[in-house]
């Protein structure tokens, strides 16, 4: 099962920044948090991940609270091709499986 | 740089025909990851493979299922004898490290099952 929750869905002004959460409250020490987004009927697309350090990078920005139970997936300027289902990852570097949950679908709007 | 290449994009087959699906991995990358997904749904992981071997197959049925990497060609998902509960979309993901969360992701091959 995976080891996270996220919102079944949000919704987002063109432009706006968007920001999903994703809870993840008995993550191990040794686990980072992986971010992938699927946009409709196409594969999966690596977006970022990170352990405890807040990372960016041209794509987005992922910030984790101090205990590392949650983070937040932050696009700065969202567009209508961001539309997609983002899926929020914990995994353990030693383990090569990715973990699918429900993910969020997040509806971008003009 | 060609990015990981499956094929078909679409495939139809009757019950207790054969499926199977091709990937080719993303240049240099010598990983590669079958995962199938449900509608709605998140993806499942089936098999993982470096060249000629078979590393983790716990998410792969027992019965009916297979997958190979050969030296030379692409990485073959073989379905025998589908049922209907087969119907779904395949993926194909490569990585040139192992120990990586950082999966480069095919278009995926759509199986429906009549």
């Known amino acids: 099962d995976a080891k996270t929750t996220q919102p079944t869905s949000m919704d987002c002004a063109e432009g706006r920044a968007a920001n999903l959460p994703c809870n993840h409250s008995?993550?191990?020490?040794?686990?980072?948090v992986y971010w992938y987004r699927q946009i409709h009927s196409q594969g999966p697309q690596y977006i970022i991940h990170?352990?405890?350090?807040?990372e960016t990078n041209e794509m987005a920005s992922l910030i984790i609270t101090e205990d590392r139970k949650s983070s937040t997936l932050i696009l700065p300027h969202a567009t209508l091709r961001d539309t997609a289902v983002y899926y929020c990852?914990?995994?353990?570097?030693?383990?090569?499986?990715?973990?699918w949950g429900a993910g969020t679908k997040l509806i971008i709007k003009p | 740089n060609a990015g990981v290449m499956q094929n078909p994009r679409h495939l139809v087959r009757r019950r207790g025909q054969e499926a199977r699906l091709r990937c080719s991995p993303m240049?240099?990358?010598?990983?590669v990851y079958w995962y199938r997904q449900l509608p709605e749904e998140g993806l499942k992981f089936m098999v993982y493979?470096?060249?000629?071997?078979?590393?983790?197959e716990s998410g792969m049925p027992k019965e009916r299922f297979s997958a190979e990497f050969p030296k030379e060609g692409p990485s073959i998902l073989r379905i025998q004898q589908v049922v209907r509960g087969d119907s779904a979309a395949y993926f194909c993901?490569?990585?040139?490290?192992?120990?990586?969360?950082?999966?480069?992701f095919g278009e995926g091959s759509r199986l429906t099952v009549l």
């Open positions: 993901a490569s990585s040139s490290r192992l120990n990586t969360g950082e999966l480069f």
């Open positions: 240049k240099g990358h010598s990983h």
């Open positions: 493979l470096q060249k000629e071997n078979i590393i983790d």
């Open positions: 008995t993550i191990s020490g040794n686990e980072y």
């Open positions: 990170g352990l405890k350090n807040n």
């Open positions: 990852i914990v995994r353990v570097d030693s383990n090569y499986q990715l973990i």
